[in-house]
């Protein structure tokens, strides 16, 4: 003798306005009836857009990563660092010459940057060490060419003798990977959201 035929479990409709149990007649069935799935036809639809798109962007986002040169990673390192220097120091004076942000400065940051110590040029394995960085005036980080002479003075009373001396010390001679660039771009990232988290 034959048993009974399993019944599958009752189920919810899917449809916002029913909500009815109903007994699926087939694998994967979510609405009760035709006319519930055409109910929510335009939800589902807007819903498998949005995932194609999601989908797009990413492929987009990949593409875009395997045409980048050592120098774009290089570029935005550098970029998410000197924005973390500019926010880390958003509310100090100048490092060269004391100049102090107006209320249109820390809203736009456009009269600062992230002016160093000893330049890339003459050490770039120093390009990513905070103690060399500090947020300093256009004038003097740019017509000034850094105001070397000022900051050092300057930069002696922010952060000490000993590790003004540890800047102007002997370094390792650095060559930043992609990975390497690619880390210091998401530590920054990180940092830049901690600074803005606590100043909300």
């Not at 149990?21 to 819903?47: E, M, T, W, Y």
């Not at 390192?77 to 500019?86: D, G, L, P, V, W």
């Not at 820390?106 to 110590?117: C, F, K, N, Q, V």
Request: proline letters at 7%; glycine letters at 4%.
């Amino acid at each position: 003798m034959s048993l009974p035929a399993k019944q599958p479990r009752p189920k919810k409709c899917k449809n916002p306005a029913c909500g009815a149990s109903f007994p699926p007649r087939r694998l994967g069935q979510a609405v009760c009836s035709p006319a519930c799935g055409l109910a929510i036809a335009p939800a589902n639809h807007d819903k498998a857009r949005k995932a194609i798109d999601q989908r797009e962007r990413r492929e987009i986002q990949v593409r875009k990563e395997k045409l980048k040169s050592r120098g774009d990673y290089l570029r935005e390192a550098q970029a998410e660092f000197n924005t973390y220097i500019r926010l880390r120091d958003q509310h100090l004076p100048c490092i060269s010459c004391d100049s102090l942000p107006s209320d249109h400065d820390l809203i736009t940051g456009s009269r600062w940057d992230a002016g160093h110590y000893r330049s890339v040029g003459a050490c770039p394995e120093l390009r990513f060490e905070p103690l060399n960085v500090h947020r300093q005036c256009v004038k003097c980080n740019r017509n000034l060419s850094g105001n070397a002479v000022e900051y050092r003075i300057r930069l002696v009373q922010r952060i000490g003798p000993d590790q003004v001396a540890f800047l102007e010390g002997p370094h390792k001679a650095r060559k930043y990977t992609i990975e390497d660039l690619k880390a210091i771009k998401a530590e920054y990232r990180a940092k830049i959201k901690q600074l803005k988290e606590a100043a909300a």
